[in-house]
């Protein structure tokens, strides 16, 4: 019952992170519409790294749902944090062993090359679906290079340091 309860407490604060995040998110403003960066997909990595496989996909998709109702993600953002999710967590099930501090910055920078490959290429699909030339999904992604680079800089930067902090969370819950 009390790992229920804990485990019950821990997706209620990511959820809440994740929607705090998402409000804060840098937005683009394109001709379709805008495109958010996908900060909060942060909290779903770090989770995941930190609680396991089954609470982050509850945490990412949760938090994906409410998020889109809200208005605050689009296709592009659900896309790239589910398909990011699903590449760390397949790395992370390839090992054993807990995940040391180095490894959870090799994760980061994983996530965060992911994020930035996977928002560009969003850009140049919405850009060509835009009016058929890839020179518009050449501009759409010119204009989203600023933020795609952020959100991959912030991932590799924040992914270790907040999934330590879920550990200690953790370790204070229990």
Known sequence: MRKTVKNVATVIIAVALMLIIAAISPQIILPTGSLVAPLAGIIGISALLTLGIPLAILIIVIGLVIMYLQGTANDEVFVTILVTLIVVAWLRNRQSSPVSHQQLILFGIVAGILTFVLMELSLLVAGWFFDGQWSTGLAFVRLG???????????GILVAPITIAWRKLNQIIS
């Open 145 to 155: 290079l600023s933020s795609s680079v952020l959100a991959a800089l912030l991932y």
